[in-house]
């Protein structure tokens, strides 16, 4: 029979539906049934392609002994850590204060009813093993530590919910006088865990960093991006056939990845490529890119036009079965002289590199000169062969936050690279969040089966922002200036704490949780906060909306004197503190729409991450006056304005990018 978590829309829930386990989804009935029974509550965080959260629902949530033991002991919870961001940010700050090291999934807390936590791990085994209790024995050893210690526990919860609040940024006394010194310093930090030989950051495993590399870029540290994108690109991290990356790799060499494809990882990094061939004119970013928005669009977008979650690591129980190889396969999918080029290129003439009996696919060498054509159809013809198997499960909720950054990745390839369907797709995601999910003048956070859900966080009002303002970029639309104004205004209204400076995750009357999170460093997204102050500034010159800019320099000063001490972690602020110590440039460029579409085109070629550049037909009216640029006799104008500084406009495009290129 099913639980409770068959009416859930999340698919990590259903996947636990079926459990024995006796689970409830977060809200008031668990919670009140804890207080009643006076019983802890057992809060299991997880997400839908995590492969870990497979193995302890496999051993433990779907055996009826185990099963047995959490329903007497406990009232348990399941949480899908993608739609409750606010759970999972809360909790993992509290393992990491109570273990004493960093969290992860599945996330395995014990809670009190009001719902403090007060003993946490991650992955338990069903029995012993790894150095770790058998779960069912460690549920009796913390329900009699409840049954015995409860005043030591209420004494704990107490230093826990301290603790937390003391992770809450601090206004300084004194506004802190904001300098470039602190861009060199985050360059510096990351020069310094930057792997020469491998590209990334620091040693296995390795995340991809894109608002790292997107710093690296902006600032003149083309090495560091160029090494880690182009051996990312080369390695296993990237999907060689299908297109797209993976979350991690669980090596130092990019080689073998953790197999889950994750929907914000690749957002971010096809717009990166797209940036890195305009920086490098490397060949290999534009193929890659093509790649994985092919893959975005194949795989990743609903019929309705919002962009799924994720993909799984496991197909028929086994981590990375969809994608790894034996010679065997390979060798009946080709032709001899098709696997005679393909092998030495993808390692399958080396030794089995995954599991001592598989090939995952790589760049080993590069291919022969000549043989590309013949590399491409064997490439074609593995991916119609991997098509065939059992696909790893697809998580088709679709969440604002990650949508968002999706949206902003595509429209900037497809207008960098001249490829309108993808900017087309990501208008049609824009379009499933504006009519579905943006109800009342707010958002919701999370849709799945026409039905959406949960009031929206921080990042998704923040990346929604950021994905509109590089919409604006392909086609002037005022209705989407409009909707990014609205969407600042809710965060000004709803999150900005405008006393003490920066955004809360959680609006003003979001559920009242243990904690409410200021957060400022990037983790595999990157930080609202950032993004909120990068959009806010930028919007700020479109609309000459002084509150916007007045929020962001709040939000910086608030998080500077943190980034001065420990400068890891802050990629995505130090760019939103870049500009505002140097305001971005708006270009505006005005004139009739054949004439104005050659200027834009042209001018997508340029690498211009300080600047937001809008082509406005003369025809159209209603427009800010910050755009409202005069018709003139020429077919197009140039209208260039930096801060409060405007040049006189501009009607030779060979004159306006050479006065972009030059330093402010």
């Given at each position: 029979?099913?639980?409770?978590?068959?009416?859930?829309?999340?698919?990590?829930?259903?996947?636990?539906?079926?459990?024995?386990?006796?689970?409830?989804?977060?809200?008031?009935?668990?919670?009140?049934?804890?207080?009643?029974?006076?019983?802890?509550?057992?809060?299991?965080?997880?997400?839908?392609?995590?492969?870990?959260?497979?193995?302890?629902?496999?051993?433990?949530?779907?055996?009826?002994?185990?099963?047995?033991?959490?329903?007497?002991?406990?009232?348990?919870?399941?949480?899908?850590?993608?739609?409750?961001?606010?759970?999972?940010?809360?909790?993992?700050?509290?393992?990491?204060?109570?273990?004493?090291?960093?969290?992860g999934?599945?996330?395995?807390?014990?809670?009190?009813?009001?719902?403090?936590?007060?003993?946490?791990?991650?992955?338990?085994?069903?029995?012993?093993?790894?150095?770790?209790?058998?779960?069912?024995?460690?549920?009796?050893?913390?329900?009699?530590?409840?049954?015995?210690?409860?005043?030591?526990?209420?004494?704990?919860?107490?230093?826990?919910?301290?603790?937390?609040?003391?992770?809450?940024?601090?206004?300084?006394?004194?506004?802190?006088?904001?300098?470039?010194?602190?861009?060199?310093?985050?360059?510096?930090?990351?020069?310094?865990?930057?792997?020469?030989?491998?590209?990334?950051?620091?040693?296995?495993?390795?995340f991809?960093?894109?608002?790292?590399?997107?710093?690296?870029?902006?600032k003149?540290?083309?090495?560091?991006a160029?090494?880690?994108?182009?051996?990312?690109?080369?390695?296993?991290?990237?999907?060689?056939?299908?297109?797209?990356?993976?979350?991690y790799?669980?090596?130092?060499?990019?080689?073998?990845?953790?197999?889950?494809?994750?929907?914000?990882?690749?957002?971010?990094?096809?717009?990166?490529?797209?940036?890195?061939?305009?920086?490098?004119?490397?060949?290999?970013?534009?193929r890659?890119?093509?790649?994985?928005?092919?893959?975005?669009?194949?795989?990743?977008?609903?019929?309705?036009?919002?962009?799924?979650?994720?993909?799984?690591?496991?197909s028929?129980?086994?981590?990375?079965?969809?994608?790894?190889?034996?010679?065997?396969?390979?060798?009946?999918?080709?032709?001899?002289?098709e696997?005679?080029?393909?092998?030495?290129?993808?390692?399958?003439?080396?030794?089995?590199?995954?599991?001592?009996?598989?090939?995952?696919?790589?760049?080993?060498?590069?291919?022969?000169?000549?043989?590309?054509?013949?590399?491409?159809?064997?490439?074609q013809?593995?991916?119609?062969?991997?098509?065939?198997?059992?696909?790893?499960?697809?998580?088709?909720?679709?969440?604002v936050?990650?949508?968002?950054?999706a949206?902003?990745?595509?429209?900037?390839?497809?207008?960098?690279?001249?490829?309108?369907?993808?900017?087309?797709?990501?208008?049609?995601?824009l379009?499933?969040?504006?009519?579905?999910?943006?109800?009342?003048?707010?958002?919701?956070?999370?849709?799945?089966?026409g039905?959406?859900?949960?009031?929206?966080?921080?990042?998704?009002?923040a990346?929604?922002?950021?994905?509109?303002?590089?919409?604006?970029?392909?086609?002037?639309?005022?209705?989407?200036?409009?909707?990014?104004?609205?969407?600042?205004?809710v965060?000004?209204?709803?999150?900005?704490?405008?006393?003490?400076?920066?955004?809360?995750?959680?609006?003003?009357?979001?559920?009242?949780?243990?904690?409410?999170?200021?957060p400022?460093?990037?983790?595999?997204?990157?930080?609202?906060?950032?993004?909120?102050a990068?959009?806010?500034?930028?919007?700020?010159?479109?609309?000459?909306?002084?509150?916007?800019?007045?929020?962001?320099?709040r939000?910086?000063?608030?998080?500077?004197?943190?980034?001065?001490?420990?400068?890891?972690?802050?990629?995505?602020?130090t760019?939103?503190?870049?500009?505002?110590?140097?305001?971005?440039?708006?270009?505006?460029?005005?004139?009739?729409?054949?004439?104005?579409?050659?200027?834009?085109?042209?001018?997508?070629?340029?690498?211009?991450?300080?600047?937001?550049?809008?082509?406005?037909?003369?025809?159209?009216s209603?427009?800010?006056p910050?755009?409202?640029?005069?018709?003139?006799?020429?077919?197009?104008?140039?209208?260039?304005?930096?801060?409060?500084?405007?040049?006189?406009?501009?009607?030779?495009?060979?004159?306006?990018?050479?006065?972009?290129?030059?330093?402010?």
């Amino acid at each position: 029979m099913a639980n409770r978590l068959a009416s859930q829309t999340s698919p990590y829930l259903q996947q636990h539906a079926a459990n024995p386990v006796d689970w409830y989804p977060w809200g008031p009935e668990a919670l009140e049934r804890a207080r009643r029974e006076d019983k802890p509550i057992l809060l299991s965080v997880g997400y839908s392609a995590c492969h870990w959260c497979h193995v302890m629902a496999h051993e433990s949530f779907e055996d009826p002994a185990v099963a047995a033991v959490m329903n007497r002991l406990f009232v348990n919870v399941k949480v899908d850590r993608e739609e409750r961001p606010d759970l999972d940010q809360i909790y993992q700050s509290a393992h990491q204060m109570l273990a004493q090291r960093p969290g992860g999934w599945p996330l395995t807390m014990f809670l009190s009813p009001d719902g403090t936590p007060f003993f946490g791990g991650t992955y338990f085994p069903r029995a012993a093993r790894f150095g770790l209790p058998g779960f069912p024995e460690l549920c009796e050893r913390i329900a009699a530590l409840w049954r015995d210690k409860q005043p030591d526990i209420a004494r704990q919860n107490s230093e826990v919910q301290k603790a937390l609040a003391r992770t809450l940024p601090r206004r300084p006394s004194r506004r802190p006088e904001l300098s470039r010194d602190l861009l060199r310093a985050v360059l510096d930090s990351l020069r310094a865990s930057f792997d020469p030989r491998f590209g990334g950051f620091g040693a296995a495993p390795k995340f991809p960093h894109p608002t790292d590399l997107e710093l690296c870029l902006r600032k003149g540290e083309t090495d560091i991006a160029h090494t880690t994108l182009k051996r990312m690109c080369e390695g296993g991290i990237y999907d060689q056939l299908g297109g797209g990356f993976s979350r991690y790799s669980v090596d130092a060499q990019w080689m073998i990845p953790h197999f889950e494809k994750m929907l914000y990882d690749n957002g971010p990094l096809l717009s990166l490529l797209a940036d890195a061939w305009l920086v490098t004119g490397e060949r290999l970013y534009a193929r890659c890119a093509e790649e994985t928005a092919g893959w975005i669009m194949r795989e990743m977008q609903s019929p309705e036009g919002g962009y799924y979650s994720s993909l799984d690591a496991d197909s028929e129980h086994e981590e990375g079965k969809f994608y790894v190889w034996s010679r065997d396969e390979a060798q009946a999918a080709l032709t001899g002289e098709e696997y005679a080029v393909l092998s030495p290129h993808f390692g399958l003439d080396q030794p089995p590199n995954f599991e001592n009996r598989h090939w995952h696919l790589h760049v080993a060498r590069p291919v022969e000169p000549g043989k590309e054509g013949i590399l491409e159809r064997a490439k074609q013809k593995l991916f119609a062969a991997r098509a065939k198997r059992v696909r790893p499960g697809r998580d088709e909720k679709v969440l604002v936050s990650w949508n968002a950054l999706a949206i902003r990745g595509m429209a900037h390839a497809g207008r960098v690279l001249g490829r309108e369907p993808w900017i087309a797709s990501a208008r049609r995601a824009l379009e499933f969040i504006r009519s579905r999910m943006w109800r009342d003048g707010r958002l919701l956070a999370t849709s799945k089966d026409g039905h959406a859900h949960l009031a929206a966080y921080l990042d998704d009002y923040a990346y929604l922002m950021a994905a509109l303002i590089e919409l604006l970029q392909g086609e002037f639309s005022l209705q989407d200036l409009e909707f990014a104004e609205q969407l600042a205004e809710v965060l000004l209204a709803q999150f900005e704490d405008a006393e003490g400076g920066g955004f809360f995750f959680t609006a003003r009357d979001h559920e009242a949780l243990i904690h409410r999170p200021k957060p400022g460093y990037d983790n595999a997204t990157p930080s609202g906060n950032a993004v909120a102050a990068w959009g806010l500034g930028r919007l700020a010159g479109l609309t000459g909306e002084q509150r916007y800019a007045a929020a962001a320099e709040r939000t910086l000063e608030l998080f500077y004197p943190m980034m001065r001490d420990s400068p890891a972690g802050y990629g995505a602020m130090t760019i939103a503190l870049d500009e505002h110590l140097q305001p971005p440039g708006v270009l505006v460029l005005r004139g009739k729409p054949e004439p104005l579409a050659g200027w834009q085109a042209e001018l997508a070629r340029e690498f211009l991450p300080d600047t937001t550049v809008l082509a406005i037909a003369d025809s159209m009216s209603g427009l800010p006056p910050a755009l409202d640029k005069p018709a003139r006799p020429e077919p197009v104008n140039g209208w260039l304005c930096r801060g409060v500084n405007c040049l006189l406009p501009i009607s030779d495009l060979v004159d306006l990018r050479k006065t972009l290129r030059e330093k402010p």
